[in-house]
């Protein structure tokens, strides 16, 4: 009896042996897959960086100098360079590249150029020179002009005034109010020679 037991143990055995699976075992392989890729980035990192070379001394030198006389084409290509150079690690850069990188990021060139010696005076001067053509023009062309109307004269515009208080014009807060201290219509310098004579005045 004891024979025929051991013998059907021993061939169901085989079949359940595999679904005792320890737990540990499952465990560790699942913490193991994350690791395995998180090392298979930095080896591709790796390649990627390893590709990429120093740039050379006489390329970056007098960079401050060159950096505005270069075509736009070039000043491209060299900034990306060192924007690849800047995505690795920083103790692998040159001092001519960190120099460089700054530079082109952050130095007085476009924008940011300090201006000429000299620049506010010339702008000054010019702006004076052009004020001065201004003024130049105006009493041209003012001296071509037809003379003044002869109703514009300190005499015709008190007239003016006389007429408005009696035709009691603006009463309240005008010429023709109580106490009117202003000057009224009066505007203009007094006319030279005699006053307007009534075939003027109408």
């Not at 003012?142 to 208080?165: C, D, H, V, W």
């Not at 109010?177 to 202003?182: I, L, M, P, R």
Request: proline share 9%; with cysteine.
């Amino acid at each position: 009896m004891a024979t025929v037991m051991l013998r059907s143990f021993s061939r169901v055995a085989p079949s359940s042996a595999p679904l005792r699976v320890h737990p540990a075992r499952i465990q560790t392989h699942s913490l193991q897959a994350p690791t395995a890729t998180c090392l298979i980035e930095a080896r591709r990192d790796q390649r990627r960086h390893a590709g990429i070379h120093a740039i050379s001394n006489p390329t970056l030198a007098g960079i401050e100098k060159r950096w505005e006389g270069m075509p736009p084409q070039e000043q491209a290509d060299l900034w990306m360079a060192l924007r690849d150079r800047m995505k690795t690690d920083w103790h692998e850069m040159t001092l001519q590249e960190k120099k460089a990188a700054y530079w082109i990021a952050f130095g007085p060139h476009g924008p940011r150029a300090v201006p000429p010696p000299g620049e506010g005076k010339q702008i000054f001067w010019y702006t004076m020179l052009g004020v001065g053509i201004s003024a130049v023009l105006f009493v041209i062309i003012r001296s071509f002009a037809r003379p003044a109307p002869k109703t514009m004269n300190s005499q015709y515009q008190a007239m003016t005034n006389e007429y408005l208080k009696n035709q009691k014009t603006e009463a309240i807060t005008g010429v023709s109010s109580e106490g009117y201290t202003g000057k009224g219509m009066i505007q203009s310098k007094p006319r030279r020679g005699p006053p307007p004579g009534e075939d003027e005045d109408e």
